[in-house]
DNA sequence: GCGATCAGGT
DNA sequence: CACACCTGATCGC
């Protein structure tokens, strides 16, 4: 559940993924992505009834989005208060307040989120400055530099404030295996499954939420079939995903969902009751895709893991790792850097602004698409690259010595590894399945596109982070609903929405460094402030990894990780005691140097 | 009957 | 671990 209460310090006048409570009285609303838990209020009374006597009163999204929404006849009241942007084109947006006509001017630009179909950030420029607005994401490292509308010219934007999905901003989530490395995997179990007869059939196991279609999409193409799917009617206007999915149950690949009944037994059935014409039994696997995260000295595991005599768990995730999510603010951070203190070259060495490539950049052929080709669903995710170089990688079909019937030794899944090669495993949740870890690492490695060679500052040292949590971002008097006067606003809102917790913790990071405390807090501001400067608590980021040094860069190389996030790894790691806390917090108040290796043992 | 909230499940 | 739901129970209107 997202805990963003709905509104940016600098824009507290447009709502964002939330619509209720104070959110009610906005002027402006903007959808990031379809899931409810970021549509809290859309379809409530109150805001229907506000519509109705509202001319100015429109929710922005992106077109994919606005479809997705529409397709539930639960949102059908907002069909003509939608206003459908573009990607990556600044709409100039003006805020009415309609009681006294107070008009604001904001330069809003929809920025790909690879989060699920539609997803976008909200890059917001205006008198109060440009802010960044993630929603949830899924961006590996070099993303950002591909997306134009983040730059200016040679340089990133002077971006305020960032509003961050921290999902996974924790380092226990350092590393999640990259788009393409699950996706292998899975096509290569699935391929090992399909391949033994007609009758082997598998069911991807997916949670009734978008996000999945990239693995129809990329499945159906490489077997040449249609997944089966409960409904098509979400997808009726984007051809390059409803070709790829079908109602017709006569299909090896089912992603289909059945409401109740969950007595249902994977090896013998489906969801949909479907089987063979010919009376023989299906064999019948089931993949489930769920994230899996890899600590910062995991060496190598699985993306898959089997679960069951004919049950797999595949990697799989929405969100970006802790390690992706800090390369965002990093890398706007870094330019930041440079603007304050002009003293390096940002397209010398560190981050280099590439043209967008892979990334699909405008597109008036939005909906006469390329069937073959849905990457635009996922601009940013660097998907087309992804299935070339997966496609040529699949050079060793596995050879299947078994029974067609008897299960997939685990042993014979090819398994990529390439992608988090570096680490040691710290999630060692699986004595079941053992040494798997024969593959050839030759992978390539997906994210070098920045370098740590030009030693750029470290974020931390430009930026604070501040977690907005649940409580201290709803209240219902934070918010001045009855006033157009921004002061009013902004002087009692200050300090309500955006929560300084240093006023009660020697360090925001504290609750974070602990492995706790984030998933109340799934939102969080990270802001430029030269005050954050000198000051000693700034240093202690987020996610504790309080090494002390500050002579290291602000992107750490797979080598220096271990360095840079000794904290303990995820089986470990436990709630610290009040006496933990405090004897850390006298250290810190004290100055001391906290060494991480001591706090992981007293935490 | 509806919405909001919570608990419990996948 | 976590997600993004779904269902059912309960409460208040």
Not at 249 to 271: G, Y
């Amino acid at each position: 559940m997202s805990s963003f209460a709905g509104r940016m310090k600098e824009y507290p006048n447009m709502s964002l993924d939330r619509f209720d409570r104070e959110n009610l009285h906005a002027r402006a609303y903007f959808l990031s992505h379809c899931h409810k838990d970021h549509m809290k209020g859309l379809k409530g009374p109150q805001l229907k009834r506000k519509l109705k006597f509202s001319l100015t009163v429109k929710l922005y999204c992106s077109f994919v989005t606005k479809e997705l929404l529409l397709s539930n006849p639960k949102y059908a009241f907002w069909k003509d208060h939608i206003v459908a942007l573009e990607l990556e084109s600044p709409t100039l947006i003006t805020l009415i307040d309609e009681a006294s006509g107070e008009r604001e001017e904001l330069v809003v630009t929809l920025l790909p989120a690879g989060h699920c179909p539609g997803s976008v950030m909200f890059l917001v420029e205006g008198a109060q400055g440009t802010v960044l607005y993630t929603g949830d994401f899924r961006l590996a490292k070099g993303d950002a530099s591909r997306i134009e509308l983040l730059h200016s010219g040679s340089r990133v934007k002077d971006i305020k404030s960032v509003y961050l999905d921290s999902t996974f901003y924790d380092p226990r989530f350092y590393k999640i295996p990259s788009r393409e490395t699950c996706l292998h995997a899975i096509r290569g179990l699935v391929q090992d499954w399909v391949s033994r007869s007609v009758y082997h059939t598998v069911w991807l196991n997916c949670k009734a939420a978008y996000g999945y279609e990239y693995l129809f999409t990329n499945l159906g193409d490489e077997f040449h079939t249609q997944i089966h799917v409960k409904s098509l009617d979400m997808f009726k206007k984007m051809p390059e995903i409803l070709s790829h999915v079908t109602t017709d149950r006569a299909t090896q690949i089912h992603a289909c969902r059945h409401p109740k009944d969950e007595e249902f037994v994977p090896a013998s059935r489906l969801p949909c009751g479907s089987s063979a014409s010919d009376g023989t039994p299906l064999s019948i696997i089931s993949i489930k895709p769920s994230t899996m995260w890899f600590g910062e000295r995991t060496q190598r595991t699985k993306v898959i893991v089997r679960t069951g005599a004919s049950s797999y768990r595949a990697c799989f995730s929405f969100h970006s790792s802790y390690s992706e999510v800090r390369h965002l603010p990093a890398y706007l951070s870094v330019c930041l850097g440079l603007l304050k203190s002009m003293c390096r070259d940002v397209s010398s060495s560190a981050v280099i602004y590439r043209p967008l490539g892979t990334l699909k950049r405008t597109r008036p052929e939005q909906h006469t698409h390329d069937v073959d080709c849905a990457d635009w669903l996922f601009e940013g995710a660097d998907l087309a690259p992804v299935r070339k170089r997966v496609m040529m990688q699949e050079a060793t079909p596995t050879t299947l010595p078994n029974r067609p019937d008897e299960p997939l030794p685990l042993t014979h899944i090819p398994l990529i590894t390439g992608d988090y090669m570096d680490c040691t495993e710290s999630n060692d949740d699986d004595e079941e399945e053992r040494d798997l870890e024969e593959e050839e690492r030759g992978g390539e490695r997906d994210e070098g596109s920045v370098s740590n060679s030009g030693t750029p500052p470290r974020w931390e040292e430009f930026f604070t982070t501040e977690i907005l949590t649940e409580s201290q971002t709803s209240q219902p008097h934070s918010c001045s609903h009855t006033s157009p006067s921004h002061s009013t606003l902004t002087g009692s809102q200050t300090p309500e929405l955006f929560v300084d917790d240093s006023a009660k913790l020697p360090s925001p990071s504290i609750p974070l460094s602990a492995g706790r405390g984030l998933s109340q807090a799934e939102s969080m501001l990270i802001q430029s402030e030269d005050r954050c400067q000198g000051d000693a608590l700034t240093n202690l980021d987020a996610g504790g990894e309080e090494s002390g040094s500050h002579t290291h860069q602000s992107e750490p190389t797979e080598s220096q990780v271990s360095s840079d996030f000794d904290i303990p790894s995820t089986p470990d790691s436990h709630t610290p005691g009040p006496d933990d806390l405090s004897d850390l917090y006298r250290r810190l108040a004290a100055g001391e140097e906290v060494i991480t290796r001591t706090g992981s043992q007293s935490l």
